[in-house]
């Protein structure tokens, strides 16, 4: 109700500026109007990891995309420095054991998922959730970076991955704007021994979800505000 009392107000206004020659302001409003109507995060890609895990399928193509989503761009795989782990339904990796975030950056220690709109189309990231746990010498800090400041700024971080429930799940909003791909990269370090485990895990649903919008950027409408 209170949206919709909102929109009436801002067409009275619209409304008002036209009657009075103001463009400007109209241009604007209708900008504002438009930005209101989208400002909801939508499911862009999500990976369900029922049935696979990362020794048989290394690269894992999302399960589910929103349209204009590059579907078969948007994958998830393991750095560099990690071994695969066999676990069923799960997508993880093993040897988590640097003793430093600046340490698991240079041993490329994290797991990595991409995101790719179709050519003309921008990314907006809204909001990351993740099903994630590990086993008891696994890696126990994670850090998430991303692309978009070429993986200098924290998006989250936790220093202790709980070994009872709720895990290492999460779910946290991010505010990543304007660019045709992104590639996130999730650092795990602090496990005590090689064979420990940090990994994706399967539950109800899709396991790793990526919300946000799309949008098709129209660099001369600003100009025309004046």
Not at 115 to 131: K, L, R
Not at 133 to 143: D, F, I, K, Y
Not at 163 to 185: H, I, K, Q
Request: with cysteine; proline share 3%; net charge negative.
């Amino acid at each position: 109700l209170r949206t919709l009392q909102s929109y009436s107000k801002i067409l009275i206004s619209l409304q008002e500026s036209l009657m009075n020659g103001h463009a400007n302001r109209l241009i604007l409003a209708l900008i504002v109007v438009s930005l209101v109507a989208s400002a909801h995060a939508d499911l862009l890609v999500g990976w369900d990891l029922t049935g696979v895990n990362s020794t048989l399928v290394p690269v894992f193509t999302n399960t589910v995309s929103a349209a204009n989503i590059t579907s078969n761009s948007c994958v998830l795989s393991l750095g560099a420095g990690v071994n695969a782990s066999g676990t069923a339904s799960t997508f993880g990796g093993l040897d988590f054991t640097e003793t430093s975030l600046a340490n698991a950056i240079t041993a490329n220690d994290y797991f990595s998922w991409i995101v790719q709109a179709d050519p003309g189309y921008e990314i907006s990231i809204t909001n990351i959730s993740w099903n994630f746990n590990r086993s008891a010498t696994g890696g126990s800090n994670l850090v998430l970076r991303s692309s978009f400041d070429n993986f200098s700024g924290d998006l989250y971080a936790t220093n202790d991955i709980s070994m009872l429930s709720p895990y290492g799940d999460a779910s946290f909003p991010v505010s990543l704007v304007g660019s045709n791909v992104v590639e996130f990269r999730l650092y795990s370090w602090g496990g005590t021994a090689g064979s420990g485990v940090d990994r994706f895990r399967n539950l109800a649903g899709e396991d790793l979800v990526v919300q946000g919008t799309l949008a098709v950027p129209e660099p001369g409408t600003i100009a025309l505000m004046g």
